[in-house]
């Protein structure tokens, strides 16, 4: 099935651990995007990859980092650096210039 | 600073009947909007969308309306089926191209069978 799997679905982090979420997707989209989702808010754009080898800084992109070697994969980093990293991540991909699918997301909590 | 706001966090709406879920932005040099639906467990997919040339765009059930003046838009769906039951959230960019989306919170609807 085509699709975007982000994995794993709950992860605990001690503070001042770094952890890489995963996201790939077989869709062949060549946009890629994360996301992150806090209790009140809307989604916000953390970094976005347009093409392999390239991306740009989102909205929040402080204490994340990211890399697009291959169309399929987009990982998020979240660094000792990310002051509040407790929050729901999304991944999604598209085609065009904005995201159009969203995978199931990564629940992250530091404890 | 939420500069796309949803008020309304829950709808309910009689199976059949017209749902209308609204959405009011803040920054006027938004010019493309769009609306995503999120079933439980699963990730949000794209809606419908709305260029800001526009006040109406249609497709089957769904229509949203833009009121530019108001910084305005709602999404009707027609007639509202159980499956629709889920959580709308809208969003907003600076143009078509524009890869950055602000979104809003989210209006949970629930259609009453």
């Known amino acids: 099935d085509g699709g975007i799997t982000q994995s794993p679905k709950y992860l605990f982090r001690k503070e001042g651990q770094n952890v890489t979420l995963s996201c790939e997707q077989n869709l062949n989209h060549d946009a890629m995007y994360w996301y992150r989702q806090d209790p009140g808010q809307g989604l916000r754009l953390i970094y976005y990859s347009q093409i392999v080898n390239d991306f740009q800084k989102g909205d929040i992109a402080e204490g994340y980092s990211v890399s697009r070697e291959k169309k399929e994969s987009f990982p998020l980093t979240v660094t000792s650096a990310q002051k509040n990293p407790t929050a729901f991540y999304l991944c999604?991909?598209?085609?065009?210039?904005?995201?159009?699918?969203f995978g199931q997301g990564t629940r992250l909590t530091v404890v | 600073d939420q500069q796309v706001k949803q008020n309304s966090p829950s709808l309910s709406v009689q199976e059949g009947r017209i749902s209308i879920l609204n959405c009011d932005y803040t920054?006027?040099?938004?010019?493309?909007f769009l609306w995503y639906k999120k079933y439980p467990a699963e990730g949000p997919t794209f809606l419908i969308s709305i260029s800001s040339i526009k006040d109406k765009n249609e497709d089957g059930r769904f229509t949203v309306f833009l009121n530019k003046s108001a910084k305005h838009l709602s999404l009707h769906i027609v007639p509202s089926q159980p499956g629709d039951s889920a959580v709308y959230f809208c969003a907003a960019a600076l143009g078509f191209g524009n890869e950055k989306l602000t979104f809003g919170t989210g209006t949970r609807l629930t259609i009453i069978p």
């Open positions: 920054n006027s040099m938004f010019d493309y």
């Open positions: 999604a991909s598209s085609p065009g210039p904005r995201p159009a699918f």
